[in-house]
Nanobody
Framework: EVHLVESGGGLVQPGGSLRLSCVAS????????MNWVRQAPGKGLEWIGS????????AYADSVNGRFTISRDDAKNTLYLQMNSLKREDTAVYYC?????RGQGTQVTVSS
């Protein structure tokens, strides 16, 4: 059974940083690309970025490009999302996603 467990969210001031983690199990993590998505209050899911297997390539939504960085540690079956220069509009529940499966999410709130 596939499990994705996100962590690292919290309350941060505008301009601050957070690093989210996602521990994967139930599939061969290193063989697959992974995605991060988010859902802001009252809105649908928004794709924010992805990383291919082997970490050779990443892609980002325009809304986060230059501020967010996705990485992975295949030895730890873990996906990361480094978020810098956070804005109020980044407030959302963040999920990692493999295929169509996502975890329970972690809340990120950007507020002063």
């Amino acid at each position: 059974e596939v499990h994705l467990v996100e962590s690292g969210g919290g309350l941060v001031q505008p301009g601050g940083s957070l690093r989210l983690s996602c521990v994967a199990s139930g599939f061969t993590f290193s063989n697959y690309g992974m995605n991060w998505v988010r859902q802001a209050p009252g809105k649908g899911l928004e794709w924010i970025g992805s990383i291919v297997k082997g970490s050779s390539s990443t892609a980002y939504a325009d809304s986060v490009n230059g501020r967010f960085t996705i990485s992975r540690d295949d030895a730890k079956n873990t996906l990361y999302l480094q978020m810098n220069s956070l804005k109020r509009e980044d407030t959302a529940v963040y999920y990692c996603m493999w295929d169509s499966i996502r975890g329970q999410g972690t809340q990120v709130t950007v507020s002063s």
